[in-house]
């Protein structure tokens, strides 16, 4: 078999972002349209040496989430790598890889780079969604640079050069040949679970679960299952089923793979039993986010960063101490009052995992963490749904505290941020756009004024100059800071994959422990009235309240 040049047709599809390319399944089984734009990026990465040839003798990592057309994907993937002169491609056994894991394999075995084939959180299906992206040599995603040369490169790319060869065998372990390039299907899990060993007490958490403790971790019929399986399971012993939904399903037997109270019901349901489970956690599509849950008690993910922050010393693979710690901006501030308290760097930097690459590659921080479920460190540059399920395993077990109590430890320490985000989903992208427009032509006249009884301190679009790099972000959300240092923040969504999403992030510091139980929603309703008075979001999205609320 041999290579061949096919032609081709300018890519129209939209521009990728920090989470790469997402859309609707039936847009990506277009004809060349996932070719399209996988050759494009041969193109830019070749492009990127003198010779021409920066492929050659190089090996990639392949791998996705197994959702509805990954199986597809992958041959269709290998087939342009053996055309485009790549040398070797490590794959996943049966096309499967969780994103924190492509990025592990990256780093462990000094890969070129990798492509990851997942919509993340988003739905599955042949109605669902689907989505690419490319990681680079550090293990994390590309940078803005390559992404917007790649979509340039799709614009006017006329060919495509691909192996004429039949499929592949991707579920049989070893090597194998296509054309010039070998193929080596790899455990998935092997190189993963090697860095947890690394990192946390494997031996104490053994013994805590032969001593009875008991844990239930929702995989969402995702690619997290087998991971949770082959480590809870198989290494730590624990009890066959602490894993539920722990095989991969293309549709994720229908589920809607967000670990967040919402989507993640049942788990939600079996915490609040009155014999649950002394932990609970659901990870998402490709393994990369977390929600940790106690008894009858939900951990929010800003707090989740706080505490792991605040108790970092009690885990083997941080006993040396935190370099420093960054957050999202939409991420409440309850790290940072730790951080504070710690003598540490914290950093607030824009949405999307590049940022915190950055920060992680040049030593400035160890653990980092976004509110939307999104907790990781240096070990590697994605976020990291299993590790941080872990990490707080290994805490109650070094602590002998519950979910609760460490929890209600850090809000006594530092006081609580009461915090809630808001979703409206599926704008027109028209109605999205003037919404925010607005909010930014008000921005100059909101500080020292009162909107909706809230004093207002501070309106901004939040820019952000990268420490490392020195690039700029502009227009990376709006916020409107209250003199308490309550915080409204407003901000478009680029994970979606109809229309446009509304995220209203709303966040108010109690520090009298008497009214740390009061319920989040309540706490924030004057809040929620600011915002609908600054956006009138009611009016233009036609929406009477949010689809979802975390």
Request: charged content about 20%; aromatic content about 6%; proline content about 5%.
């Amino acid at each position: 078999m041999a290579s061949q040049t096919i032609p081709t047709e300018p890519f129209a599809g939209q521009r990728p972002g920090t989470s790469g390319l997402r859309k609707k399944v039936t847009v990506f089984t277009q004809p060349h349209y996932l070719e399209n734009f996988v050759q494009s990026l041969f193109d830019v990465l070749n492009a990127t040496a003198a010779d021409g040839r920066a492929l050659s003798g190089q090996t990639l990592v392949l791998g996705g989430d197994g959702r509805f057309h990954n199986r597809v994907a992958v041959q269709t993937i290998l087939k342009l790598a053996a055309g485009n002169g790549v040398a070797r491609v490590l794959l996943g056994r049966g096309g499967i890889f969780s994103t924190p894991a492509v990025s592990a394999v990256i780093r462990r075995r000094q890969a070129f780079g990798g492509i990851v084939l997942s919509a993340s959180h988003n739905p599955g299906g042949p109605d669902g969604d689907f989505g690419i992206k490319y990681n680079a040599g550090n293990g994390g995603p590309a940078n803005e640079t390559l992404t917007e040369a790649v979509y340039a490169r799709t614009q006017g790319l006329r060919e495509l050069r691909s192996s004429d060869a039949p499929d592949i065998d991707i579920d049989r372990l070893g090597l194998q040949q296509l054309d010039d390039m070998v193929v080596e299907v790899i455990d998935p899990v092997a190189d993963y679970a090697a860095v947890m060993r690394e990192l946390f007490d494997f031996d104490l958490l053994r013994g805590m679960f032969q001593r009875g403790f008991r844990v239930r971790v929702d995989a969402m019929n995702a690619v997290g299952g087998p991971y949770a399986k082959a480590i809870l399971e198989g290494e730590l012993g624990a009890p066959a089923g602490t894993v539920v939904n722990a095989e991969p399903l293309e549709d994720f037997g229908g589920l809607h793979p967000d670990p967040n109270p919402v989507n993640a019901e049942d788990l939600i349901a079996h915490m609040q039993r009155p014999d649950a489970p002394d932990f609970g956690a659901a990870m998402d599509g490709d393994a990369d986010r977390n929600m940790v849950v106690g008894r009858n008690f939900v951990v929010s993910p800003s707090d989740s960063l706080a505490l792991m922050t605040a108790h970092a010393g009690l885990i083997p693979g941080y006993k040396d101490g935190l370099l420093g710690v960054a957050r999202s901006m939409p991420t409440s501030a309850a790290v940072d009052r730790v951080a504070k308290a710690m003598g540490l760097p914290c950093f607030e930097t824009p949405t999307g995992w590049k940022f915190f690459g950055n920060l992680l590659d040049d030593g400035k921080v160890t653990l980092c963490g976004e509110e939307s479920y999104g907790t990781g460190s240096d070990h590697v540059r994605e976020k990291d749904g299993l590790w941080a399920v872990l990490f707080w395993i290994n805490l109650v077990a070094a602590s002998g505290k519950s979910v609760e109590a460490l929890v209600r430890e850090l809000w006594t320490a530092h006081g609580r941020c009461v915090y809630s985000r808001h979703d409206y989903e599926a704008i027109p992208t028209d109605k999205a756009d003037t919404l925010m427009a607005g909010l930014r032509a008000a921005l100059p006249s909101l500080p020292g004024t009162t909107v909706a009884g809230c004093a207002i301190a501070l309106a901004d679009d939040f820019a952000y100059t990268d420490p490392v790099d020195g690039s700029v972000s502009q227009k990376q959300g709006i916020r409107v800071i209250l003199t308490d240092r309550s915080r409204v923040v407003f901000r478009l969504s680029g994970t979606g994959t109809e229309g446009a999403t509304l995220r209203v992030y709303l966040e108010r510091h109690e520090p009298d422990a008497t009214r740390h139980d009061l319920e989040a929603q309540t706490a924030l309703q004057p809040l929620v009235a600011l915002a609908e008075t600054l956006a009138h979001i009611r009016t233009l999205t036609n929406m009477d309240k949010p689809t979802v609320m975390t």
